[in-house]
Structures are given as C-alpha cells and as structure tokens.
C-alpha cells in the first residue's frame, strides 16, 4: 500500500495519522489537467492556481459551539504564479513553490507525494504541464551568471542574496554562477569576457551601477549587438537605488523579486548612447545635470544622513533656487502632453523592436557624437536659468520615485524633464509631492518631451568647486556630451510589456 503522506512542507498538524488508501490508479482526467495519487489526493491544474485536494492535509478545523472539532476538507491553492517547480523522482513527485511569509516576502517551500513506478510516465506528462502552466512565456530553469556588489547599498548585498534570493532560485532549479565584484569596473570584464552561451541572464545583486557596467561590458565586446540582444539584464534590490529592479518587478523587497524574475520572460530595452570627448557608453537608466546629479553624487558628506540626505540636499537647492546653466539641443520626438499620453496608451501593448546587424559592435549613431557638427534641423538653446534636466528611460528612479511615468521599455524614445529654477518653491515641492504617482506629468511648469537625441553643453559655474553629471547614478566628467536612442538594442527579464509603474 502506498502512502500519499506529504514528506515535507506544510501538512496539517491536526490530520489524521494513518496514510489514505491509494484507491485509484494515477489517472489524468480527458483535459489532462488532474492527476490522482489516490482518491483522496487529487491535484487539478486550473487556468490560475493549483489546487491539491487531499483529505488528509488539508483538513481545516472548525470549532463547533460546544467546543468540539470538526473537520472540513479545503483544498490547498497555490497560485501558478507561486510553482517555482515540479521535481519527478523515481518515486516521488516533489512540488516546489513560494509561499507568503508577509505582505511583501516570500519563501520556498514543497510538498512530496510518493508514487508508483509504474506510474512514473503519467506523473512526468502531468508535471510538465504543470511547469508548462506556471512558467507560460517564460523559460524554466534559467540559467544565471550572478554578479553581487559587495558594497552594495549598506555593504549587505551578498547576505541579502543568500538569504532571500538563492533559496527560491534553488527551489525552482535554476543555475547559478556566483561572482562578487573585488573592484570598481569588475562588472564591465565580466561582461566582456563572458561564454554568452552559457547563460540567460546576469542577475545584478546589487544598486543599478552594476547593471550600468554590465551593460557597457556587453556592449565593449567586438559582438556587442548579439550579446546584447542574447543576454539579458536584471537585478535584484542590493544597493541603495534599485530603479531597475522597482520598473521590472514591481518590488524592492528581494524575495519578491527573486520570484518575478524567476517567472519574468525576455524583452527588449531601449538603450541610450552617450557620447563624451572620445568617449562611447551606453545609459540604460537615466542622466541629469542640476539639482538630481548634484544629489546623486554631490551629497556624499551626507552619507551619515542616510537616505535623509537626499531630502535634505534637495530642500537646501530648492531654497536656494540655484542654478545650473547650460545650451541644449533636443531632436523631439513628442512633445504634447496629450499627444504623449496617447502614445503610453497605444504603444503599451505594442512589441516590436528593430532588428540590427548583430555581428557588430555597436549600432552606428544616427545624429552623429558630441564632436560633429549638430545636425541642420537642431537648435541650441541657451538655458542659463536651468534648475532640473533629467532624461530617464525607466519609470522608477528609485523606490518611490516615478519621475517619467510615461516612459516605455521599448518605443524607440526616451523622455526629456527640464524645469527652470526660476519656478517658485512652492510649485517645485508641489512637483516633488507628486513624484511618487507619476501626477508631476501634468503640472505646466514641468517640461516633458518624449525625444530621440539631444546635446548639452553645461556651463561651470564661478565659485563652484564642484560640478556633476550622472549616467545611470555613476559620475561622467563635466562637460558637453550627447545623447541618442537605440530601439531595443538590450535585453532584460520584465513581469510585463510595460514598467511596472503607475503610467499617464
Ligand atoms: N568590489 C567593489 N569595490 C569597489 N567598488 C565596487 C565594487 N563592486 C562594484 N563597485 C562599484 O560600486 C558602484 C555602485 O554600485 P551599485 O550601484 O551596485 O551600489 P549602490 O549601493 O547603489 O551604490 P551608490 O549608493 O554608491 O550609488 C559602482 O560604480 C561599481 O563600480
């Protein structure tokens, strides 16, 4: 006689001891989506959830009025989202998925069912369309090489991974190549040197500096384009700022993560070149100069604040309305507001991406670098009274921060904020309060352009030490560079078509 006692996970404490009978044979109804280890074990695949009826386990107990126990069989659901895996031994068939340990985190766990031998063909069919159910698009047991940045955020990126992340990942049997970054850069030499065959994806644990060097470190190898398209990009919340993680999966707690990006599927990513003195990189994030560039990297001796500094640096700026002066040319794409919002609309279910020459390096620049001559149709505009200029190709800045809540993953654009310094302080923390839901788009004295290309020549300004530009949250010297789009030139691991963010 079989037993269909679960070996391991979360039995009932109150079921009965002795094992149910196996009173039927394993059978999979016409649909092929129940399989019965017993007549009192039925597991039924439905179009969202698994649902394991057994009498045994899931037994939940009612306390009668006269304080007496009785029991009322429930089956067990496990939303598909949840199944990280279903693992067919010889005799037993092993469910493993993530369970919630609060609103926010979850962790593995599993149930064990023994079976037949006999029956080992009928388990396996229905196991595989088990995963087939629960992955959809996405690939089963990806295959990751892991970059962790031990400084990462409060240095706590590699204990963040051990603990949260590899469990789940384990759970659902993926791979896993671990490296910790020893220096500044490290990130970029991985990436370079990389058997881009031998993985799926780089999973960044770490703030978005890594995944910027990742980035940079696919594009410097002589088949850029392939291992851009081949690779895909994601991280997991080990830094201070997550942007990347906040846009993909929605989340900045690192389980949640974890399990978004074991069931996330391959997409395309607009990627941005920068183009400064002799010098090509690519931006996957954002830019600014001004007042978000200065609190980026400007705020250092603040660092005891926390993340407080960064509200402490800004209100000290806005008070003092300063300035950052600077000439810019746009190549516009969009620019009303309208006209924006209906492109967020109609484009957010669209998938496309171009196909490039993918045994080159880079794709070649359409409006030239920083040292051409600007292209005929283009203006340079002086802009001494410039307070903010923020460029961003993701929604999330940062938790809490959706700066460019019409942005889109993969439509060939990116958007373009400039606000004057000389808007009163009172529209400007009126924008701030508004960040967060993405409602600062429809402010007037906010400009939002959606835009191909630009060039900015920023102006030192005197007495000023210190001056700062930054490309996805990492320093570039001061001083003229340009922009352009590459239409899904990246690849990343996303829960959906669009960011996962609160949109126009
Ligand atoms: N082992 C290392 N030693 C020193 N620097 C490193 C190391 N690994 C990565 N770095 C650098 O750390 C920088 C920031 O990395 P990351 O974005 O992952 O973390 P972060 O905590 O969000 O950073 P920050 O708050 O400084 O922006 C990157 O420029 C990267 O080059």
């Not at 190709?393 to 060939?412: C, I, K, R, Y």
């Not at 373009?416 to 309060?433: E, G």
């Amino acid at each position: 006689m079989l037993s269909t006692e679960p070996l391991v996970g979360n039995a009932d404490p109150f079921s009965p001891a002795e094992p149910s009978p196996l009173t039927a044979e394993p059978f999979r109804m016409s649909d092929g989506t129940t399989l019965a280890l017993s007549k009192k074990l039925l597991l039924s695949i439905t179009p969202n959830e698994l649902h394991i009826h057994d009498d045994k386990t899931n037994k939940s107990k009612l306390r009668s009025c006269c304080g007496l126990w009785a029991a009322a069989a429930k089956p067990l659901i496990i939303p598909l989202y949840n199944v990280l895996y279903a693992e067919v031994g010889e005799s037993t068939l092993t469910i493993k998925f993530a369970t919630k340990v609060s609103r926010t985190t979850v962790k593995p766990s599993s149930l064990s069912y023994p079976y037949e031998p006999a029956h080992h063909t009928v388990i396996e069919e229905w196991s595989t369309r088990l995963l087939n159910a629960a992955y959809g698009e996405s690939q089963v047991r990806k295959r990751f090489k892991v970059i962790i940045n031990p400084f990462g955020g409060r240095g706590s990126a590699a204990t963040i991974f051990d603990k949260s992340c590899r469990p789940l990942l384990y759970a659902a049997n993926c791979s896993l190549d671990v490296q910790i970054t020893e220096h500044s850069g490290h990130a970029i030499e991985i990436a370079e040197n990389l058997d881009i065959d031998a993985f799926d994806a780089i999973l960044c644990c770490s703030g978005d500096g890594v995944p910027h060097e990742v980035f940079n470190g696919l594009a410097k190898r002589p088949d850029g384009m392939r291992a851009l398209k081949t690779m895909a990009v994601c991280q997991l919340p080990g830094g201070s700022g997550n942007g990347m993680c906040w846009n993909l999966t929605g989340t900045g707690d690192a389980s949640a993560a974890t399990l978004s990006i074991i069931k996330s599927i391959r997409k395309p990513l607009d990627l941005i070149s920068i183009t400064q003195g002799d010098n090509r990189l690519l931006s996957f994030l954002s830019q600014s100069f001004g007042i978000i560039a200065e609190l980026d990297l400007g705020t250092e001796d603040l660092r005891w604040m926390g993340s407080a500094r960064f509200t402490y640096g800004l209100l000290q700026r806005v008070w003092k309305r300063t300035v950052y002066p600077c000439d810019i040319a746009v190549k516009v794409a969009i620019d009303s507001k309208d006209s924006i919002r209906e492109h967020y609309r109609q484009r957010g279910s669209k998938e496309d991406a171009i196909e490039y020459d993918y045994h080159k390096g880079l794709p070649e620049l359409k409006y030239g670098d920083i040292n051409s001559e600007l292209p005929e149709d283009w203006q340079l505009v002086h802009r001494p009274n410039m307070g903010n200029f923020y460029a961003g190709n993701m929604a999330w800045m940062s938790a809490g921060v959706n700066f460019f809540p019409a942005s889109l993953p993969n439509d060939g654009m990116f958007d373009l904020i400039c606000v004057d310094a000389t808007v009163s302080r009172f529209q400007i923390m009126k924008m701030l309060l508004l960040v967060e839901t993405g409602k600062h788009f429809d402010l007037p004295h906010v400009s939002y352009r959606k835009v191909l290309s630009y060039r900015i020549i920023p102006h030192k300004r005197p007495g000023v030490e210190k001056e700062y530009i930054s490309v996805d949250g990492e320093q570039i010297p001061f001083g003229p560079f340009q922009a352009e789009v590459h239409h899904g030139l990246g690849t990343v691991l996303a829960k959906g078509h669009v960011y996962e963010a609160p949109g126009v």
